[in-house]
């Protein structure tokens, strides 16, 4: 139904992409074009996946090869499509959290059916560039020697320090994309932020 171009939208230069997080006006703009789109306005939808889909690419691509992540992102948004009328804004939650959730399950459906086998302190909350250290990390090392390094961490840790630092959810976003309590969330980013640090270690890198 849409043709959506992703590769035109990512394009070869996804090294320059800034990483920001989704501000509260952000959210509050989703969650606008959500009741639009479910009243049948489809610009609204095109606006929701312009917001969101680069975000969810990068999600993906550190999880997969870069082709079958144009693929996963695609269908992502095939499924919101689909189910988008089906989503209802609850105390708390955020269509955010809706989507990287939908992308968590089609990167786990794809591993565990297709071919593909990858994949500080305990109160970091501060997702912007300069205090963002898988930020650091890529920007010194590149996108894949930072994919070759998260490729070593647990499935969850992988997950937490993409969704946190790569996609700049915030914490309330990422607990529930994950399924976890906010607190129990900050232990397991600590956790993953020691082990990428001793991963790279290991691998002779230092940051």
Known sequence: MFDFGLSKKVGKDL???KIDSLENPIRVELESLVISVQKGDLKA?????????????????????QETAFDLTETVFLKVWENIGKYQLKDGSSFSSWVFRIAHNMVVDHHRFGKESLPLDIDIADHKQDNN?????????????LKTALSKLKENYQEVLTLSFLNGLDNDEVAKAM???????RVLKFRALQELKRVLLDMGIKY
């Not at 969810?56 to 999880?63: L, N, P, Q, R, S």
Request: net charge positive; proline share 2%.
């Open 179 to 185: 399924g976890k309590s906010e607190g129990s969330l």
């Open 15 to 17: 090294e320059n992409i």
């Open 45 to 65: 939808f095109g606006r929701i996946y312009d917001l969101l889909v680069v975000k969810v690419y990068k999600y993906i691509f550190f999880k997969v090869d």
């Open 133 to 145: 250290p898988v930020h650091v990390v890529e920007q010194s090392l590149g996108k894949q020697s």
